[in-house]
Nanobody, 115 residues
Framework: QVQLVESGGGLVQAGGSLRLSCVPS????????MGWYRQAPGKQREMVAN???????NYADSVKGRFTISRDNAKVTGYLQMNSLKPEDTAVYYC?????????WGQGTQVTVSS
């Protein structure tokens, strides 16, 4: 059973930065996609960014130029560097790992951006 553990969330002022980490435990296939999603109160969960094991990235328009997704394949760890944060970035951020027919989610980490 694979578990994903997110960390790095917190409270930050608008314009500040945070770095989220996602560490999977268990046996992970080398070919996979890691992604970050977020869900704000009263809204649907949305994709923020994802990255394949080959390094191809994809971003939501709302975060392009401010957020950077990366991964360390040796450590099987994913990161989301968030800069120039805005109050509308406030949400619970979830890590997701997809590989083959498997789809894993973390428990989420709260990010709150004050104005």
């Amino acid at each position: 059973q694979v578990q994903l553990v997110e960390s790095g969330g917190g409270l930050v002022q608008a314009g500040g930065s945070l770095r989220l980490s996602c560490v999977p435990s268990g046996i992970i296939f080398s070919i996979n996609t890691m992604g970050w999603y977020r869900q704000a109160p009263g809204k649907q969960r949305e994709m923020v960014a994802n990255i394949t094991s080959g390094g191809t990235t994809n971003y939501a328009d709302s975060v392009k130029g401010r957020f950077t997704i990366s991964r360390d394949n040796a450590k099987v760890t994913g990161y989301l560097q968030m800069n120039s944060l805005k109050p509308e970035d406030t949400a619970v951020y979830y890590c997701r790992l997809t590989t083959g027919a498997y789809d894993y989610w973390g428990q989420g980490t709260q990010v709150t951006v004050s104005s």
